[in-house]
T-cell receptor, first 113, second 114 residues
Framework: QKEVEQDPGPLSVPEGAIVSLNCTYSNSAFQYFMWYRQYSRKGPELLMYTYSSGNKEDGRFTAQVDKSSKYISLFIRDSQPSDSATYLC?????????????FGIGTKLQVIP | ETGVTQSPTHLIKTRGQQVTLRCSSQ?????VSWYQQALGQGPQFIFQ???????GRGNFPPRFSGLQFPNYSSELNVNALELDDSALYLC?????????????FGPGTRLTVT
């Protein structure tokens, strides 16, 4: 079993839709939960991170963490064609005495005009 | 755009050869991590450097090695290249003590091994 599970999609939605992206994890030691956006042939770009269970909002993006269920989500409101990219969840925790970041496989999102 | 730069952008090597990839960290960042991202996969952690020493390593063989310089720039060296080493290699800079929560990635070096 992978430490971080993420549906690779692809996910195709019409412009203006609410997008829900999700990841599950198995390692209870994870402390920080991040979402990255990666455009084709580019490096990942940090969107936001959360530390505890609950919601965090930044513009059209809301990150949600449920530690009891080991489940995290990213919601995108009023989706735009420019949101078309691969969304990577990532989680960090101490492993072997150092801080290690583990990524999901990424969900490819396409927003259709 | 982050302040992290990587060179070269693309590279084609032959199986068995050696390669060196370079990364310049974002200003003020003292920690650099290297990741391998195969096509259709998420980035896989290779190792991290802080104060010019390896500070953690993922599940990669010793033929993957690195350096960090006093100006926090870094190199990733891969010896005895294999076909499966073909991937996008990403470096990410951050501040130590950040818990891994804020890493800033460069654009990557795409390595093709034939």
């Amino acid at each position: 079993q992978k430490e971080v599970e993420q549906d690779p999609g692809p996910l195709s939605v019409p412009e203006g839709a609410i997008v829900s992206l999700n990841c599950t994890y198995s390692n209870s030691a994870f402390q920080y939960f991040m979402w990255y956006r990666q455009y084709s042939r580019k490096g990942p770009e940090l969107l936001m991170y959360t530390y505890s269970s609950g919601n965090k909002e930044d513009g059209r993006f809301t990150a949600q963490v449920d530690k009891s269920s080991k489940y995290i989500s990213l919601f995108i409101r009023d989706s735009q064609p420019s949101d078309s990219a691969t969304y990577l969840c990532a989680m960090s925790g101490v492993s072997g005495g150092y801080q290690k970041v583990t990524f999901g496989i990424g969900t490819k999102l396409q927003v259709i005009p | 755009e982050t302040g992290v730069t990587q060179s070269p952008t693309h590279l084609i090597k032959t199986r068995g050869q050696q390669v060196t990839l370079r990364c310049s960290s974002q200003s003020g960042h003292n920690t650099v991590s290297w990741y391998q991202q195969a096509l259709g996969q998420g980035p896989q952690f290779i190792f991290q450097y802080y104060r010019e020493e390896e500070n953690g390593r993922g599940n990669f063989p010793p033929r993957f090695s690195g350096l960090q310089f006093p100006n926090y720039s870094s190199e990733l060296n891969v010896n005895a290249l294999e076909l499966d080493d073909s991937a996008l290699y990403l470096c990410a800079s951050s501040l130590v003590g950040g818990g891994g929560r804020e890493q800033y990635f460069g654009p990557g070096t795409r390595l093709t091994v034939t």
